[in-house]
Each structure stands twice: as structure tokens, then as C-alpha cells.
């Protein structure tokens, strides 16, 4: 329990009117007995009128006098723990991460709308079916020609759906009401939840596990049935049958009444991941994610709180659908950078998950065939337990790996994006009607516009960034969406040399067609996948061989399988290195490996190339070979010596401003008092501030000031401490954000 005087208090749980706590009085006979997460009992309003509320932090700062305080009234011993322990979450989150209590409840809670309840309605007949059929007879008589229509279907069927009649039969609701007036027919309404998982298919049993994978369920599972909850991490390499491990283990939860959430990096992922799932398990399984309207989402979680549903499936936000009962979380893809919020606060579901676990007395599995160095590294020091698999279940081995050197290429007069050995191995697989898989890691055209005379680079005016070239001659920003016709000329020199460095998924597609007129090609990028079902379209399609290659950004390279698949090529394996980012060599590596990890995945062997113009590169070189180990041995030998995460953490701190001197003001006045805090015996190193590699986006001036430790407690205490005076500041337009051991370089 936590000691104070006061208990700020959010009135009503429900996110849409989450904008404010209330302070209450603590009276003496609740002083320490009081936690985050209680529901109590609160006088509210003119009349007082008493209402339940949840504590969200207990303070001894007061915000009125305190005659003015009204007391708690008590507490409330039968609440929903289920909303005691996510009003719990967010107070943890917001500690943990730094961000407003109000931004974290919004993360965690279900998004309470007033949404009508969704109503399945019948048509039942109430008359005999001969007295319907002499009716019948009138109404042709008179003409009544849609009457007649619902009639003879109901002497065929006696019971009809209200939608097949109003849209099938093309009959319009008064004509309806007209003969539930005459007592003809009843319509019967029934409340139901939307499903947002639409798929016809017969269940299936499970698969007989190898003995590796026997292994890790029967570990797993008598862990949990010895009341001992671990986090484990399985490194499986692509094709080792993860999958059909987290199935068994949640099998295995469901029969001991339990509940479990199944994350995953993207929705990409989705349709393919559920389709397994509701194999396994059927219509007790659902999914969350971001393309479903606010009634599914709501309705998901209703049916969660009610025990409708076992599993959930879906990324980060998913980890949020209040499961009274959970026993197990998975993460799959546990290294995907989507695990890390973009927005306050910015949690990462790997630990909010752990943190989530422990609240719930629930196991916690992670998978990967590249793990994060932050997982691994756990490993290593034994906090995670550790399991391997290391052959692929369909007995074929991983496809073999050419690295090509792009340079050589160019010397040897090749100009073209695909390199002679690709073009040869593309022709190889077309000719065998086998199915190819290209990935680049860039979307659309994305090529700056650039002056091939003076250098010269056409930028966004209100962000400090390149425009991107797409089609039409329309040049784009990426971060604010300015858009502006490409000059004829260079505004800086006048020279008609200004011209895009175009690799992008399009202008592969339209070179694979130059080269290859009759393949048919699919394209997978954030252009082509913008509407709800648009994923599950071309992945489907590509599936049933409606297309010999599939072209994509990252999102093709994860989890999927394809049986036909025997080639996926690399065509830039080096852009994500010239990222300046501690992270790169990493992302690079999993790219990589995950992309080779595509071929041969069925019957057939596969071959994966890699083009490249730094083959040379640590990362290439054991994403090649498909060495795990040896890449992090390198790897984390150089975290050690930047003191980068997981071998220390950091903090980063941004300060936004719309006026670049006010903005570069308050940085100075954050980075001293992080420094005061770090000297006092912290043992942390301050850096900055400085402009941030983006300096301006939309306007907005973006400073940052990076702090570093191997004690997480210290940067809490730097961020608590510039919370505090940060408060006692006049900022007008100003913000201070904050983010742990951040993913993405500012």
C-alpha cells in the first residue's frame, strides 16, 4: 500500500471520457491501505452523489486547500479486479516510461463507445403454409409484388434472415412492418458481438511435435503447473515449427481454463497466423488489431471480460483486452522494432508484457529466429530460459546464401537493379513455373530529388528532409505529406540535370515487366496495403500461385509460407546499414536472415541471394551464413564499448518547439538539470543537446538530449526529476517527452 494524504481519483473508467483525474482527501481510516488500481467509493458533483472511481496516484502534494478537499467515502470490495489491474498498468506505465497518467489509461483501456449493439433479426412465418400460400395467391392478384416474394420463400423455409430479405429479396422494411401488422410474420431480434474473424474452415487437430518441440511444451507446462512463471525464449530458425509450439502451449492453457494473449509484429501476419489458430481452436479465438472499427474492438473485449473468447491475437495493443483469467502471453517475432510505441507513452510490449505477467501470475514465452540482443542477452545471463531449434521440421535445410558485390556489377558494365546471377536464377524459376520473392527494403520510388550540377537537394520546407519522388512527377514528405510538382530545372543552379535516385518497389515491378512481359507480379508495400483486407488479397493471392513474383518492403519477409517459393532476392541488402543508428547493424542482420529464411520452405530447395555494396560488413557476412552466435558475439562486443543497450540503457529526451530559440532555450535548461541529477552520485553520462537528426518537422523544432547508465532505476530518477521541474516551468507551446532504450534514433 502507498502512504500519502491525497488520492487523485478518474471518475469514470471509460477511455472517451478519461481527460482528468479528481483529488480527493484521504481520511485517516484509509491512510495506507490505499493502492494504484482501487475502486472506491467518492462524493461527486453539486448533490455528492456517490460514484465509484479508481485511484490513479496517491500523493502528498495537494492541488486545493485543504477545506475545499472533499474525503473519499470507502472502498469497493467487489469492483472488477480486471479494471483495477489496468488503472494498475497504466500507473506503472506511466512511471516506467514517463508520459501523463491520462495518455497511459488511454493506451490500456478499452475504448467505451455508445455504440448500438449489433442485432440479428429473423423473419419467422406465423401463419400455416397453407394459409400463407392462399395469401400468397391475393398478393399476386393484386399485384403486391414484394410481398408476394418474402411469402413464397416462407412457405419454402418457414424462418428467413432479415438481411437476405431486405437485400437479396430486395424487399424494402415498411413492406415488412406492413405484414407484421397483419400478423403474417414476427420478426425476432437477438443481440449479438461482432466477430471481426470471418473465416469458414473445418478444425483441425495438432500436429505430432518432434522431440524438440515436445520438449519445450512439457517444460513449459509443468513450470506452470508447479506455480513457477519464467520468461522463456525460443530461438527457432525459420521453418523450425514455432508456430505449432505456441498452438500446443496454449492448447495446454485452454485445457487448465486459462486465457492468453498471442502477439505479432504487424497485421501483415495476421490473416495467415489466425487462420492456424482458428483451425486449432475455432470461433474462441479472435483478433485485435488496428484496422477494426471501434464497436469490434469494444465488442472484443466485452467478450473477453466474459470468458467468450480464449485466445486473442494480434500486435502490441492487443496485450491490453482484459482477460480476468490469463495464463500465458507470446510474443512472436519478439525483435520486431512495431513492439515499441511511437507515441507517449512509449512502452515496449516485451516489457510491459513481463510486467503485465507478473500481475497476473501468468508465463511468458518470446520467439525468434533472429531474437532481439536485449532477449538474448537475458539469456545469456540466465534470466530467460533459453530453448533452440535448429533443423527445419520439413527435413530440407536452409537454403543457401550468395552475397553478390553490386560494385563489381557496376565495373562490369551492368547498370541494371537486378545483377546478372539474379537474372539468370529469375529466368531459372519462371521457366520451372516456381514463384520468386523480391525484397527491397524502401517504399514506392522513395529516391530524393537531387542536382547532378551543383548537388543541390529538394527538401520539404517545413520538415528538415528529402522529398521523395513517387509517380507523376508529384515529390512527397514522408513525415508532414507536403507535395509539390519536381522542378523542370534546379531552383539553385537552373541546370536541367535535377533528377531522382529512384529503388523503390515500383520501379522494380516495372523493370521485372520490361525484362519479363508475361510474369504477373504482386506488389506488397504501405502503398498497396491500405485498405482493411488488402494484406490478406495479395497474400492469399500469392498463395494460390495467382502470381509468379511478389514484390515488398519488409513486410514480406516475416513469418509467411510459402511452399512454392524457391528464390528470394535481396536487392539493397546495405540501405538499412547507412542508417545512423546504433541499432543498424542489427535490423540489417534480421532483415536479412528472415528474407533468406522465405525459400525453400516446402519440398522444393531454395536459393537466397543477397546484393549488396559493402558485402564485406560483419552483418552481411553472418546473415549470409546464417550465424546467429557469431553475429552476436560481434555485436554485442560493440554495444559493450558505446555502454548501448542491452549492455547499459539510455534515455532519450525531445523537446519540440515551434520557435527554434525557445525550443534550444528549454533543451539547455533539461540537459542541466539532467546533469545536476547525474552528478549527484548517479553514475550517468549526459550527451547533448543538440538538434535532433531531423531537426524540424512540420514546423515543429526537435531537440535532443541522450542520458546513459547500466542502472534503469537512475534514468527513472533523471526523468522523475525533469518531470518535477519541468512542471514548475512557463511552457507555452513546448513539450519534454521521453523515451527508454529507444528503437529509433531522433
Not at 510459402?562 to 540489417?588: H, I, K
Request: glycine share 8%; hydrophobic share 35%; proline share 4%.
Amino acid at each position: 500500500m502507498t502512504k500519502g494524504r491525497y488520492a487523485n481519483i478518474i471518475v469514470d473508467i471509460s477511455h472517451e471520457k478519461v481527460d482528468k483525474p479528481f483529488q480527493y482527501k484521504i481520511p485517516e481510516k484509509l491512510q495506507g491501505k490505499l493502492a494504484e488500481g482501487m475502486c472506491v467509493q467518492i462524493p461527486f458533483g453539486m448533490g455528492n452523489r456517490l460514484r465509484k472511481g479508481y485511484v490513479v496516484e496517491i500523493t502528498d502534494q495537494a492541488q486545493f486547500p485543504d477545506e475545499k478537499q472533499k474525503l473519499i467515502a470507502g472502498i469497493v470490495n467487489d469492483s472488477m479486479q480486471v479494471e483495477a489491474d489496468l488503472v494498475r498498468l497504466a500507473a506503472w506505465m506511466k512511471q516506467t516510461y514517463g508520459s501523463t497518467m491520462i495518455a497511459a489509461l488511454k493506451t490500456v483501456l478499452p475504448v467505451k463507445q455508445t455504440i448500438k449493439h449489433k442485432e440479428k433479426r429473423t423473419i419467422l412465418r406465423r401463419l400455416t403454409e397453407e394459409e400463407t400460400r392462399s395469401l400468397l395467391g391475393e398478393c399476386i392478384r393484386k399485384h403486391q409484388t414484394a410481398k408476394a416474394r418474402v411469402l413464397e420463400e416462407l412457405c419454402r423455409e418457414g424462418a428467413l434472415p432479415y438481411e437476405l430479405v431486405t437485400g437479396k429479396l430486395n424487399v424494402s422494411p415498411a413492406t415488412l412492418k406492413s405484414l407484421q401488422e397483419q400478423g403474417v410474420i414476427a420478426v425476432e431480434r437477438e443481440n449479438y458481438y461482432r466477430n471481426p474473424v470471418k473465416v469458414d474452415t473445418n478444425r483441425e487437430s495438432g500436429k505430432t511435435l518432434s522431440p524438440e518441440q515436445a520438449k519445450i511444451c512439457s517444460e513449459v507446462l509443468a513450470d506452470f503447473d508447479q506455480q513457477d512463471r519464467k520468461t522463456y525464449l525460443i530461438h527457432g530458425i525459420t521453418g523450425s515449427g514455432k508456430t505449432e509450439v505456441y498452438l500446443a502451449l496454449i492448447e495446454g492453457m485452454i485445457q487448465r481454463g486459462k486465457q492468453c494473449i498471442m502477439l505479432i509484429p504487424e497485421i501483415a501476419l495476421t490473416y495467415q497466423t489466425l487462420l492456424r489458430f482458428y483451425k486449432r481452436f475455432g470461433d474462441r479465438v479472435s483478433v485485435m488489431n488496428s484496422t477494426l472499427s471501434a464497436g469490434e474492438k469494444y465488442d472484443q473485449c466485452e467478450r473477453a471480460k466474459k470468458g467468450e473468447i480464449d485466445v486473442i491475437i494480434g500486435p502490441r495493443s492487443a496485450l491490453f483486452v482484459p482477460f480476468p483469467n490469463l495464463g500465458m502471453i507470446v510474443i512472436d517475432e519478439e525483435h520486431e522494432p512495431s513492439y515499441k510505441s511511437e507515441t507517449m507513452p512509449r512502452y515496449h510490449a516485451r516489457e510491459t508484457a513481463a510486467y503485465l505477467a507478473a500481475q497476473k501470475h501468468a508465463s511468458l514465452v518470446l520467439g525468434s529466429a533472429t531474437p532481439s540482443l536485449e532477449a538474448y542477452y537475458r539469456a545469456k545471463e540466465g534470466r530467460y530460459e533459453l530453448f533452440t531449434l535448429d533443423r527445419r521440421l520439413t527435413g530440407g535445410a536452409l537454403a543457401p546464401v550468395s552475397v553478390i558485390d553490386l560494385r563489381k556489377e557496376l565495373r562490369s558494365g551492368n547498370r541494371s537493379i537486378f545483377s546478372r546471377k539474379l537474372q539468370e536464377l529469375m529466368e531459372d524459376r519462371i521457366r520451372k513455373k516456381e514463384q520468386i520473392m523480391l525484397f527491397l527494403n524502401r517504399r514506392g520510388y522513395a529516391g530524393f530529388v537531387s542536382c547532378r550540377s551543383c548537388g543541390f537537394v529538394m527538401k520539404c520546407p517545413h520538415c528538415d528532409v528529402s522529398l521523395s519522388q513517387h509517380m507523376g512527377g508529384i515529390m512527397v514528405c514522408h513525415y508532414c505529406g507536403y507535395e509539390t510538382v519536381q522542378p523542370k530545372k534546379c531552383p539553385s543552379c537552373a541546370s536541367p540535370y535535377i533528377l531522382g535516385f529512384k529503388a523503390g518497389t515500383q520501379q522494380i515491378e516495372q523493370q521485372l515487366l520490361k525484362q519479363f512481359p508475361d510474369i504477373r507480379v504482386l506488389r506488397m508495400d504501405a502503398d498497396t496495403t491500405r485498405t482493411k483486407d488488402s494484406y490478406e488479397k495479395i497474400l492469399t493471392a500469392f498463395a494460390q500461385k495467382e502470381a509468379d513474383v511478389l514484390v515488398g518492403t519488409q513486410m514480406i519477409v516475416k513469418g509467411h509460407d510459402f511452399p512454392n517459393v524457391t528464390l528470394v532476392g535481396v536487392l539493397a541488402a546495405d540501405l538499412s546499414l547507412n542508417d545512423s543508428d546504433y541499432r543498424a547493424g542489427e535490423r540489417t542482420f534480421q532483415l536479412l536472415t528472415q528474407a533468406a529464411g522465405r525459400a525453400g520452405r516446402g519440398a522444393k530447395p531454395g536459393e537466397a541471394l543477397i546484393q549488396t555494396y559493402r558485402p564485406e560488413h560483419y552483418s552481411i557476412i553472418r546473415a549470409a551464413a546464417q550465424d546467429y552466435e557469431a553475429f552476436y558475439e560481434e555485436e554485442i562486443l560493440y554495444r559493450e564499448l558505446g555502454a548501448y543497450p542491452p549492455a547499459a540503457h539510455m534515455l532519450a529526451v525531445l523537446i519540440t518547439a515551434p520557435d527554434e530559440e525557445r525550443g534550444g532555450d528549454l533543451a539547455g535548461r533539461v540537459a542541466a538539470i539532467a546533469r545536476a541529477e547525474a552528478e549527484g552520485g548517479m553514475e550517468a553520462r549526459v550527451i547533448g543537446p543538440a538538434k535532433a537528426s531531423i531537426g524540424k518537422i512540420n514546423d515543429i523544432h526537435r531537440f535532443v538530449i541522450y542520458c546513459k547508465s547500466s542502472d534503469y532505476g537512475r534514468l527513472t530518477a533523471i526523468k522523475d526529476k525533469i518531470e518535477q521541474e519541468g512542471a514548475l516551468m512557463d511552457l507555452k507551446d513546448e513539450n519534454i517527452q521521453f523515451d527508454f532504450d529507444p528503437i529509433d534514433r531522433y
